[in-house]
């Protein structure tokens, strides 16, 4: 069944929230902002050991697509999550992942060695 001309923009949206979650880094630094209240760019180029520039077009992207906001105090910058669900949804899709993985033995130790993220139960 083809999408009516009222449901195509609302695809569109989530499609355009996926698309900002759709690099391995991005969703790192999505889950060191979820660890902390706000985190300074420093820290997350520390964090992520990516250079000014690649860190600061992976957080244009993230901010592009609401999922962080920034607040510049003196010379620094800092960072947080737009919306505190956005942990919820990286907790839900770990879980996915870590099920999905649960018959590929290699990959599941894996994935089970990541940072723990907050609010998951993991």
Known sequence: ?????TQRPLYEVKANLF???AHPLR??????????A????GDLQRETEL??????Q??????????VISE???SHVYYRLADPRTAELLAVARALLLGILATDGDRLSDAQELPAL???GR
Do not use: D, F
């Open 1 to 5: 069944m083809p999408l009516s001309h």
């Open 51 to 56: 250079e000014a520039s690649h860190l600061s």
């Open 38 to 41: 706000e985190v300074s760019v």
């Open 58 to 67: 992976h957080l244009s992207v993230l901010r592009r697509h609401h999922l």
């Open 72 to 74: 510049r105090r003196a």
């Open 27 to 36: 969703i790192r630094i999505l889950e060191l902002l979820a660890a902390s």
């Open 118 to 120: 907050p609010g998951a």
């Open 19 to 21: 698309k900002g979650l």
